[in-house]
């Protein structure tokens, strides 16, 4: 491979020390195809792609891929984990109050931490979360009809 191809998503997965098999080959590419979903979204798509898998085998994986840096998790209060395959920098997110739906929000500034904490308490920061909450736009339009 050259220096300027893309890896594939099996050499990814080999890169990062894990076992490549079909179904994680799948559910990497079924969470970087889709938008912060959840669980069971993840499966079902892992299932459209390979066939069978189990619930078990898809919460295993994901543990290995978050661990490995290849995958995200997010799990805003009151919500169950999400997960997405937009790593490596420092975003945020806004989440819908009514529904649910998650977005990306890119750091309002500068570089990571693109936060100072007030009081860091001697701690190396090197990463903020920042979770915005309100009403996506339709949620929004639905709440003033």
């Given at each position: 491979m050259t220096a300027s191809?893309?890896?594939?998503?099996?050499e990814e997965l080999?890169?990062?020390?894990?076992?490549?098999t079909a179904?994680?080959?799948?559910?990497?590419?079924?969470?970087?195809d889709g938008d912060h979903l959840g669980v069971e979204a993840i499966a079902s798509g892992v299932r459209d792609r390979v066939g069978h898998i189990s619930l078990q085998a898809v919460y295993e994986a994901l543990h290995a891929m978050t661990a490995a840096g290849l995958v995200r998790r997010i799990e805003p209060a009151g919500n169950p984990a999400r997960f997405e395959?937009?790593?490596g920098?420092?975003?945020?997110?806004?989440?819908?109050?009514?529904?649910?739906?998650?977005?990306?929000?890119?750091?309002?500034?500068?570089?990571?931490?693109c936060l100072t904490a007030s009081d860091d308490h001697g701690f190396a920061v090197d990463e903020a979360e920042v979770i915005y909450w309100g009403q996506c736009p339709d949620c929004s339009t639905a709440t003033s009809s």
């Open positions: 191809q893309t890896p594939t998503t099996a080999r890169g990062a020390g894990l076992r490549v179904a994680r080959v799948a559910l990497l590419e079924t969470v970087r395959g937009r790593v920098d420092n975003h945020h997110h806004v989440v819908c109050r009514t529904c649910g739906a998650v977005a990306d929000v890119d750091c309002a500034a500068g570089e990571a931490p």
